[in-house]
């Protein structure tokens, strides 16, 4: 798809690699850079990639990190836990006491409508930001 223009905010993308172009993100073309705000990316945009147009990332990114997010239980290292065959679901993704992106979202989250709590039943706005 070209064009696409996503926006991606409050996200972690972390140890998201391809076997065949091994970066966290594979750009297409420039129209479909994503905006990225108050995420934990890892690598930052020297892990982008992409063909023709796409390898030259120029997009928005503002407000980003590049730190471990200190996932509780995640999948382990490459060949024992990856692939078509492991079951994430038995993973645990949530982030532990102390994680860097404890309370970096999006700055007066109260305002923009989300969930009073966040999938794990917590309390999801902290201090007015994503917690």
Do not use: E
């Not at 147009?53 to 239980?73: E, K, R």
């Not at 999948?75 to 532990?96: K, M, R």
């Amino acid at each position: 798809m070209t064009n696409a223009d996503p926006v991606l905010k409050n996200c972690i993308v972390w140890g998201n690699t391809a076997s065949l172009m091994g970066n966290q993100f594979h750009l297409d073309d420039v129209a479909s850079d994503p905006k990225i705000y108050y995420s934990d990316i890892q690598g930052g945009v020297s892990a982008f990639s992409g063909t023709g147009a796409g390898a030259n990332y120029a997009n928005v990114y503002q407000n980003n990190l590049d730190v471990s997010p200190s996932f509780t239980s995640p999948t382990t290292s490459v060949g024992n836990g990856t692939g078509a065959a492991y079951d994430a679901l038995a993973a645990n993704w949530l982030i532990q006491q102390g994680s860097p992106c404890i309370n970096i979202g999006t700055p007066n989250a109260s305002t923009l409508g989300l969930p009073v709590n966040d999938l794990a039943g917590k309390t999801r706005v902290y201090n007015g930001r994503i917690d």
